[in-house]
């Protein structure tokens, strides 16, 4: 299994730019499909952004298309997620999450298909 931990977290004000790491320790982590989701207070968990194994597939939620982006450097065993033009709404514990596939292109929306989950990390627009 792989254990996740996110950092970069923090409080912004509206307009500003954050960056989140998750970084992975345990099995080989260029084996995991990643993903980033969110959940805000009172709100269920949603899909922010998903990558495949190599990176060269990713996909976003419409609310932070255009804004946000998602990487990997598999030799870091780290995954990121830049966020540009933040939004109060954007206001959740952010959570990376990692999922075993064999398809190198395979992305998920669907948190059932990541069983890994990091501990998620506080992000705070303020407006």
């Known amino acids: 299994q792989v254990q996740l931990v996110e950092s970069g977290g923090g409080l912004v004000q509206a307009g500003g730019s954050l960056g989140l790491s998750c970084a992975a320790s345990g099995r080989t982590f260029s084996w995991y499909r990643l993903a980033w989701f969110r959940q805000a207070p009172g709100k269920e968990r949603e899909f922010v952004a998903a990558i495949s194994l190599s990176g060269n597939n990713q996909d976003y939620a419409d609310s932070v298309k255009g804004r946000f982006t998602i990487s990997r450097d598999n030799d870091k065993n780290t995954l990121y997620l830049g966020m540009n033009s933040l939004k109060p709404e954007d206001t959740a514990v952010y959570y990376c999450?990692?999922?075993?596939?064999?398809?190198?292109?395979?992305?998920?929306?669907?948190?059932?298909?990541?069983?890994?989950w990091g501990q998620g990390t506080q992000v705070t627009v303020s407006s």
């Open positions: 999450a990692a999922g075993v596939t064999i398809y190198s292109s395979s992305i998920s929306y669907n948190a059932g298909n990541y069983p890994y």
